[in-house]
């Protein structure tokens, strides 16, 4: 027998279809506080959002006469007709989500436009509506969402546990904070607020708000535009690196997304700088034009194909060329200063901290966040919170402002390249360090890094070119190798003629060298190709280039002996070859080869500053 279902039940499938977690609720709660004009955002959770979900905006409000019909099915304020969906610019148009939320929750709305006097309240349970009526409420919408599928039991199952549930919110939102660096965002869950950051517009300090001011001090700001592609980056320098993925965030016009094409990108621009297997921290921020891709290829929008993929890719790679090749990529040797100290310091300038952070407006967001939970909880006897519970909420705003406070200042600009030419030599010190100096900066350079640098360079410089530099040895340098790899001969004899050696057979299992690069001294040659001879029985294929690479690094580290004292002619030629090198400031096994102390850091250490 064929039934048709009664609304109700109607209602309730198609909400399953919108709202499948709390991350759904939050999602459309959130975004439609962006919709709304909202300057600050505050979400807060409890149970990972099963039982409680709060979105607090400071955005246009609804209007007394609308709120019933904003929680109806297809009700819309962002499309009038089907002419409109091509020219949509805000994020959800569906008209579906509040209905949705609204049938299968105990929903609560409260919201004021700026227009009027006195707000609205309006509780829906389960798609009816409880209790409507006027209410003192400060401009903005605050939605609470309780008890999420208390009348759909099947779904309820779905549910994985708090923690999983609330992780996945809180890391949509820190994704919408630092998209949004101009909106107020914070974050409380389980009555902890979790981050708040200060909407000014720095994404630099967003990153640091959001993840630790230690890791965002090491990363370097970078803006770069070709092609009509414009990214703005935030990336750790060869020194910096982890095990996986997990700490690069891509955004492409606004929204986060995965992508293989992106990586690709920062692949290349880090190829020679990192281990295989380590990857750079990396927030990139990427602004193309909307024909330029398809945002549509999946349902959860986190996939987009870009129709000139290798464009994205170079302007990516060359953004991320520019930061590490600037002096910022210089790592800085810095006194491990605690937070507390920090406060302390800017304790003395009171115009400093007001300039750090605005904590008069961030103490009445939070004022006014309590008084609209106040209007909430006053409406619901269950959930009033004591006085003590208010004052521990006031100390936890006061460690997020004195968070806030201690977070370094970031100001993006496109890079320039570090100046070699301006460098002062002062000496050398342990036979392993050269002192230099510009106007702002004191640098040491370790030697041995610096010349393992140079030596691989030069190498594969050589082997990419067709001009090959060698130097003719008095006595030719001969060495052995083994059955399998004399089988392989066509494979590695090549690789090594490509370098600017020449040799040939001498004897069943034995070569001989007459002839090597010409930027080797003849103990740095024999030690390179005995480690080098060593490697290929290991390798499959040794003119691919990440094995060759691989093989290159550690022969290179095996030619080049810490030496002893140079003269000063021996330190400049070491800068200007370093001066060479795309990238002059990490070993070819991601060592610093660099390291700085500015004035400034030498200021505060002796207390001037
Ligand atoms: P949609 O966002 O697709 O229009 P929703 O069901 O999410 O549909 O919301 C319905 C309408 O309610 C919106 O079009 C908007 O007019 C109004 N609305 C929802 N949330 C807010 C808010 N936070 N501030 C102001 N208006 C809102
Ligand atoms: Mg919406």
Redesign the pocket.
């Known amino acids: 027998m064929i039934r048709i279902l009664d609304k109700s039940t109607a209602d309730k499938i198609a909400a399953g279809e919108v709202v499948e977690r709390p991350l759904s609720v939050v999602k459309?709660?959130v975004?439609?506080?962006i919709?709304?004009g909202?300057k600050k955002i505050a979400v807060e959770i409890k149970n990972g959002g099963k039982s409680y979900i709060r979105?607090t905006?400071d955005?246009?409000?609804?209007a007394a006469d609308?709120c019933e019909?904003?929680?109806m099915r297809h009700?819309?304020?962002?499309?009038i007709n089907a002419e409109d969906l091509n020219s949509i610019s805000?994020?959800?148009?569906?008209?579906?989500?509040?209905?949705?939320?609204a049938a299968i929750s105990r929903t609560e709305l409260l919201?004021k436009t700026r227009e009027t006097k006195t707000g609205s309240k309006l509780i829906i349970e389960g798609g009816q509506i409880i209790e409507r009526a006027p209410i003192g409420c400060p401009d903005?919408?605050t939605?609470v969402i309780r008890d999420l599928f208390f009348n759909t039991p099947a779904r309820l199952k779905f549910m994985r546990t708090d923690s999983a549930e609330s992780s996945s919110v809180i890391e949509f939102v820190t994704d919408i904070a630092l998209a949004y660096p101009d909106i107020r965002i914070q974050m409380i869950n389980n009555d902890k607020i979790l981050f708040a950051t200060n909407g000014r517009g720095n994404r630099g300090q967003t990153i640091a708000t959001l993840t630790s001011s230690i890791l965002a001090d090491k990363l370097i700001p970078f803006i770069y535009e070709e092609e009509g592609i414009t990214v703005e980056g935030y990336v750790s320098g060869p020194g910096e690196s982890r095990s996986s993925r997990k700490n690069q965030v891509f955004f492409v016009n606004g929204r986060v997304i995965d992508s293989k094409v992106i990586e690709k990108g920062i692949n290349r621009a880090y190829s020679d700088r990192l281990f295989e297997g380590r990857f750079p921290i990396c927030y990139l921020f990427i602004t193309v034009s909307p024909e330029r891709m398809d945002v549509n290829i999946h349902p959860n929008k986190r996939q987009v194909r870009f129709y000139d993929e290798d464009a994205i890719i170079n302007t990516v790679r060359k953004g991320i060329i520019t930061a590490l090749d600037s002096e910022e990529a210089v790592p800085t040797i810095k006194e491990k200063l605690k937070p507390y100290n920090k406060i302390e310091n800017k304790k003395d300038n009171p115009k400093e901290v007001r300039d750090a952070v605005d904590i008069n407006s961030l103490l009445s967001n939070y004022e006014q966040t309590k008084e609209s939970n106040k209007t909430i909880f006053e409406q619901n006897t269950v959930e009033t919170p004591k006085e003590k519970e208010i004052v521990e909420t006031q100390e936890q705003i006061k460690i997020a402002v004195q968070d806030e406070i201690s977070k370094p200042i970031f100001t993006v600009t496109e890079p320039k390249r570090f100046d070699f030419s301006s460098l002062q030599i002062h000496g050398q010190f342990f036979g392993t360090y050269i002192q230099l100096s510009d106007e702002e900066t004191i640098y040491f350079i370790d030697q041995h890094a610096a010349h393992e640098r140079i030596f691989f360079e030069k190498l594969m410089n050589q082997f990419e070119s067709s001009e090959k530099h060698r130097q003719p040895l008095l006595i030719p340098i001969t060495f052995e190798v083994s059955h399998a790899d004399k089988e392989r001969e066509d494979l590695w004899l090549t690789v090594l003629e490509d370098m600017g050696f020449s040799l040939d057979e001498f004897g069943p299992l034995s070569y001989r060298v007459s002839e090597i690069p010409m930027f080797m001294s003849m103990s740095e040659a024999e030690d390179f190709l005995s480690d080098f001879t060593d490697g290929i029985g290991t390798y499959e294929d040794i003119r691919d280039n990440k094995t060759l690479d691989k093989i290159a690094t550690k022969a290179c580290k095996a030619a080049v002996k810490a030496n002893d004292y140079l003269s000063k002619e021996e330190i400049k030629q070491l800068i200007t070859d370093l001066d060479k090198c795309n990238n002059p400031f990490s070993c070819p096994h991601g060592r610093p080869t660099f390291i700085k102390i500015t004035k400034s850091d030498l200021e505060k250490r002796f207390k001037r500053i």
């Open positions: 459309e709660l975004e439609n506080s919709d709304a909202a979105v905006d955005g246009c409000g609804i609308e019909k904003a929680f009700a819309t304020s962002k499309i805000t994020l959800g148009f569906r008209g579906e989500a509040l209905a949705s939320i919201t903005g919408t939605m």
